[in-house]
């Protein structure tokens, strides 16, 4: 098991690049097993775990996946099965655009009921729903998931809540569907937009994504295609808190500045500088913020994903903010781990109230999920003293290399094989 070890209270200076955005990227591959002739050549994509287990899968249902650096081949016209089962599977949230892809391609798919990590109940009865509605017949028993269609049919569907992953399962089940599908109370997240985007370079004919009213005109192949993914708007957003929290001036680049507003408008409210300039946000900080209060969002509100690597700087700002998480039931483990560094916050429900304190102490800490790691890392560099974070494969799930990017800006930070 590896851990980080982080020796903190030093401010951050320099540059980094930010990685292919992971939920763009989690769903492009599986998307690109609908092609049923020439191959897709993606650029961009992060070496993550979660990205790795898709690639397997892919692997496992017959697929030829090469990998060059960021870019991967995927040739699909030789897929020879839609059970996409595998070990590793269950530890993962986005194997469901496993069912979208194989429904859409080969009009049944089997996999196992999603994973991820432990922030609620995270159903995916929308996405059923959607699938429903398209004409497939959706059967779960004992954790695996079973559909089936005859025909895909298109339809207008109303999402009852603004949910991304059943915004895009939905969308490439019915980019293969007869007819015109469309799909209302949609998510406008960046991601969604470039899997539209990724798909209408294999031939689909999608609009309106980035509102919430999406139209898609069925067609009847879709083929390989050259693509580009977005830059991750969370992992920038993560180096843009932690240079906020810690001081010091960093340059962050390959970012899109506008799906990162909701986070530089905060930071500016809390004393922080944001300067966007081409493709790269500049942060200069003193490290002694102001607290503000926040409600997370579907794009473009506030993103859930940053909440809690916000929570940490908030744990050291100036005064009382109040976190409301608005879109997860239970994303509030990092919080007990923050307090055993000092902070001071109390939760209810899905509020947290944080007192800043003077300064956080290093301390040995777990991370419960993904972004209660990148919170903690963020703690870390900004405590006084040495903090050790286990469970980090949460970690490495969704960040490419955090700690060496982290120590090309001046951090304290390494990994430790025990
Ligand atoms: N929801 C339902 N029914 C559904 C689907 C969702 O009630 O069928 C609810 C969820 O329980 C939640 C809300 O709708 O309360 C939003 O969930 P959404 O479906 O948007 O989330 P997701 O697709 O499961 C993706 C990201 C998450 C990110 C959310 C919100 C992937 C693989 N995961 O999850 O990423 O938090 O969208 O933006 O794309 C992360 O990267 O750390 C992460 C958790």
């Known amino acids: 098991m590896d851990k980080l070890v982080i020796n903190g209270g030093k401010p951050l200076y320099g540059s980094i690049d930010i990685s292919g955005a992971k939920n763009a990227a989690v769903a492009i591959v599986p998307a690109a097993l609908m092609a049923s002739s020439g191959v897709c050549v993606i650029d961009n994509i992060p070496d993550i775990e979660d990205v790795l287990c898709l690639e397997r899968i892919l692997l496992s249902l017959g697929c030829r996946v090469d990998k060059v650096a960021n870019t991967i081949t995927i040739d699909s016209s030789i897929i020879n099965g839609t059970d996409a089962i595998t070990n590793d599977m269950r530890n993962m949230r986005a194997s469901y655009y496993l069912i979208g892809a194989l429904l859409g391609r080969f009009r049944e798919a089997k996999v196992v009921l999603p994973g991820g990590c432990p922030i609620g109940v995270r159903p995916i009865d929308q996405h059923i729903k959607g699938f429903e509605a398209l004409g497939a017949v959706v059967k779960i028993e004992g954790g695996t998931v079973f559909v089936t269609a005859e025909k895909l049919i298109g339809t207008s569907i109303y999402f009852d809540v603004v949910s991304v992953g059943a ?27 470039d899997v539209a985007n990724f ?69 500016e409210e809390m004393g922080a500088q944001v300067i966007q300039n081409g493709e790269s946000v500049t942060v200069k900080s003193e490290g002694k913020l102001k607290g503000v209060n926040i409600k997370t969002l579907p794009y473009p509100g506030f993103p859930t994903d940053v909440q809690q690597p916000m929570s940490s700087i908030l744990a050291v700002s100036m005064g009382r903010s ?32 944080i007192d800043g304190v003077d300064k956080l102490t290093g301390a040995k800490v777990r991370a419960t999920d993904l972004r209660a790691g990148a919170a903690l890392i963020i703690a870390g560099l900004i405590a006084d003293g040495v903090t050790e974070i286990t469970d980090i494969d949460h970690i490495d799930r969704g960040y490419l290399n955090i700690e060496e990017k982290f120590r090309k800006l001046g951090a304290d930070i390494k990994r430790v094989t025990e």
């Open 167 to 193: 915004t895009i399962n939905v969308m490439l089940a019915a980019t293969l569907a007869e007819g015109t599908t469309i799909l209302e109370n949609s998510a406008k997240e960046p991601h969604v937009v």
């Open 199 to 267: 798909l209408n370079s294999m031939g689909a004919n999608i609009k309106g994504t980035g509102t919430d009213v999406i139209r898609i005109v069925g067609v009847s192949e879709l083929k390989g295609c050259d693509y580009s993914v977005i830059p991750d708007q969370i992992e920038a957003g993560t180096f843009m808190l932690a240079t906020a929290g810690c001081g010091g001036e960093v340059i962050i680049n390959n970012v899109i500045p506008k799906h990162l507003e909701s986070i530089t408008a905060k930071l």
């Open 322 to 353: 109040i976190v409301n998480e608005s879109i997860y039931e239970s994303r509030m483990m990092h919080v007990d781990e923050l307090k055993k560094m000092g902070a001071k916050i109390s939760v209810e429900g899905r509020i947290a109230t």
